[in-house]
């Protein structure tokens, strides 16, 4: 059981903290805390012994389950109960007269040793259930139990070897190699294009490469062939090194890849090259690496490429992508009869009943086949045999409904424990939902999910588990967002999940379930409920949940619903209908998560400083919450804090104490100064020792400004600019080494509801404030909203932009008011995508925005070198944009080459726009153009490669002409249109507009 495996891990890895720790020095607990942990990795060695997942024993597997989730509260009990002991411990040497002993106080003292007693009885308990289990002789017997022959991890290393014929066979791959050798040979190659394999692990992809590979119209048409394996974590070195090698030439000691090019280019001596690629995972081993030096290498030239991801093949520019489908019954059988070496026509016929079941069982899956084929070579070739096999235990997806038999289920079985784990968590969620990155790391944290890597952060890990997902194709993302932020989960998938995770997690109404089935329940999640929230069972019961999602929370919540779960570790309460939250909530001390979002608090129980285990806390958009608790500073254990739209005007000095706040959105600089008593904004200073951050958020001028303030507005931006640090307090965020995102944002002008608009002073302020806050070079995402000034920040314009933030990726202005220049944010060598709304001043756009380029002193400089997408909106002011010296999109000495590989351009809500950039008309990556609400364009023509136009409600455009390449061609709302011509690649076209009277 997945559950099993990630919950022993966590066990063993928190254990062993706890025993290292000091709050574990209480006599009678630490010496069965070691006997608990020696028999826990004895569990864990014998486990790995067999594999988890192929133990028969169902009943023993429960028992220890249980067993584990019983220890993991446990630790948190030693922990919590060590801590309020050392707390309460006074100096031996202080101690004197018979009102003391052992160094506590008389009641104290007899306290703790009544602590102490019940935790080692804890404990002790724990250890004789465990040894119960070992006298069952299942722990110390499982080297004698017998395992199937399980499929590798798809995580493993898979090296590519020769075609084995024995697992070629059925029309289906034959004609499917004809065709894609046909395609390869006929195309003009004078460049490389590239065609892709693409399916599910194991459905077949590799060997139909290998079909093609071998083919000898390939070997005909080809100077050189070369297969190369691509692995997950690819070495740009090794790679150059094996194709060098196996285009005959040799790279000799050349380690670097700057040696390794021209030694490529070299070999290759413009010959002609077919290279397979195989087990592609990423796009950018093509399109970032091998495209450029094998097309200055070679003569010509096509790519094959093999991936699970048919985005990474549409990323690649795959002229053809074909998709492998299952095998039919026929096709499998014979394969199946292949594999087990089946010849002699008696034993064919004796065994086709049941080897065609087999097949079946096997989802049409060449991988699935070949495994149960394995197993099979150790039977006698006998009806009896195979229908062991048939009918056996050991076969994973025997038990399994019929709709996720074969490849779903095997996608699933292949991924390692903390993957399965994350994957089952999404049948907590709403069919057809959508989640973000964020929400899922966070979850995946405070469950335990994720394991701790020296070098990297809990959260990171767990980013990299939603990538490992989506490239498994677990995880679907949503096309519309570049970051691949957001993802859905198919129906079938999330089906899956919920059977598997069946009787530990439930998504729906808890009334339909009966008391045995509630009492087992780890997980539960409700949707949507009455007028009030309630679990059945006695009220007394305390439930085992170690999670409850209330998605969308009704007014009331059960009176004592608190003390009925007191092992939960994540909390979801959102929605309006909540408007207060008990003080009980102070006594869940396993907790790790609590999301308050949206609700309608106006205010947080002090015992919340309690919970010293909450790594998240989300109190973002509660609108009627203006105070945060002093308590909140003691949750030393707080990892993202998420105030973001909540109007704090109290806010508690000291925030600078968590340590571990990676993640902080709605750190409000200057809220309302409305209280004459408490603090109403943080300090930038407290922002110093918060050396983990990651992602954050800062609130500028966040409050409504009023007579009854203690400080006025520039009394408190002052304040916050006075040097009492060693360093300057501004200039904080230049030492934060990890930071990756950054959001800088000030009240809007409409929000100021109770007081003017800003003044020129407080313009003036807030452009000084901006000034400080110079980010580090880290950086990878900059948002910047509702800019209430003249001038962008120097540390934007400088010449050197490039350099100070070399790894920013994603760029969004919206909201710059004033700003009549935008700055050069071409000099930034790594952007992909810029967004910029609401730029109300700017009239014109020119080389300001290029800058200098990107350069390497030899080759012409290249503004945007990366930039894929480009969303220019709400620029009601905007008349005139040109980019100077790349009018044709050529390169030249003279000149910069600009957006080289922009993709998606949208100019939306831009009315005195006259004209587009002739540059932009011959980019060839250029495939998607939308115009909508530019009222001033008549004319949109000549773009050469665009496959992809939308005009909308676009009342002057006359003509479009000359779209060469054009392919889907969307119109709305234009009445003026005259002429559309010379389209000679139209294949769609939709035009709505009832005003319109010809054409």
Known sequence: MAALDALLGICVEKLSALIQDEVAMIRGVKEELGKLQRRMKRIDGALNKVGRERTEDTAWMNELQSILHEANDLFDDVRHEGEKLLDNELPSASSSGPSKLCGLPTFSCFNSIRVRHNLANRIRALNNRIDAVVKDRWIFNLESVKTVGRVASMSSTRETCEIMEADVVGREIEDATDELVEMIVTNNRRNFQVIAVAGMGGIGKTTLAQKVYNNSRIGDNFQVRIWICVREKYSDVRLLQEIIRKAEGSHGSAERVSELLPILCRTLGGRSIFLVLDDVWRSDVWTDFLRNPLQNGAASGCVLVTTRDQNVAMRMGAKHTQQVER??????????????YLEEEEDVQNLTSVGIQIVN?????????????????????????????????????????EEFRGALYLSYDNLPPHLKQCFLSLCLYPEDDTHHIRDLRRMWVAEGFVKQEEGLLMEELAEQYYSELIRRSLLQPDPHYVDQGWCTVHDLLRSLAQYLSRGESYHGDPQSLDATAISKLRRLSIPESGEIVTIPGPETERLRLRTLLLIKSPPRIEQNLFSRVPYLQVLLLNGEGIECIPDSVGSLIHLRLLDLDRTSISRLPDSIGSLTNLQILNLRHCKFLNTLPRGITRLCSLRRLGLVGTPLRSVPEGIGRLQLLNDLDGFVI?????????????????????????WLELSILGGKCNANSVQSTDDIIDQLLTVTHPRNRAFVLEDK????????????????????????????????????????????????????NQHIPSWLLSSSLGTNLPHLTYV??????LCPQLPPLGQLPHLRLLRIQDALAIVTIGLELLGNGVGD??????????????????????????????????????????????????????????????????????????????????????????????????????????????????IWNSPTLKCVDNLVALQYLELQDYSMESL
């Not at 026929?330 to 594999?339: D, Q, Y």
């Not at 969004?812 to 008011?817: D, S, T, V």
């Not at 005195?912 to 609400?933: C, F, H, S, W, Y």
Request: glycine residues 4%; neutral net charge; hydrophobic residues 40%.
């Open 327 to 340: 095998m039919s019954d026929a096709s499998g059988w014979e394969l199946l009869c292949k594999r087990t």
């Open 361 to 401: 069982k096997c989802g049409g899956l060449p991988l699935a086949i070949r495994v149960i084929a394995g197993v099979l070579t150790t039977k006698e070739k006998s009806r009896k045999e195979w229908k062991r096999v048939l009918r056996s235990n050991a076969w994973s997806m025997s038990e399994l409904p």
């Open 670 to 694: 200057n809220a309302d100064g409305s209280c004459n008593t408490e603090q109403n904004s943080w300090d930038l200073e407290e922002l110093q020792s918060l050396r983990q951050l990651r």
């Open 737 to 788: 080494a990890f930071l990756k995102e950054l959001a800088i944002s000030c009240t809007r002008q409409t929000e100021r509801a109770e007081a003017p608009p800003y003044t020129e002073e407080e313009i003036s302020k807030i452009e000084d404030t901006f000034e400080k806050l110079h980010p580090p070079t880290c950086l990878e995402t900059l948002w910047i909203a509702n800019f209430y």
């Open 812 to 817: 969004n202005f919206i909201g710059l008011p």
């Open 857 to 970: 002193g030899v080759h012409a400089a290249t503004a945007f070198p990366k930039l894929e997408f480009l969303n220019m909106i709400g620029m009601p002011n905007w008349e005139e944009w040109s980019l100077v010296g790349s009018e044709t999109g050529n390169s030249s000495s003279c000149s910069l080459r600009v957006m080289p590989r922009l993709e998606e351009l949208f100019v939306i809500d831009c009315p005195k726009l006259r004209a587009l950039p002739k540059g932009l008309q011959q980019l060839r990556a250029l495939r998607i153009l939308t115009v909508e609400r530019a009222h001033s364009l008549s004319v949109i023509e000549d773009f050469l490669f665009i496959t992809e136009l939308k005009i909308n409600m676009n009342n002057n455009t006359e003509r479009i002409s000359n779209l060469p390449a054009l392919k889907k061609l969307t």
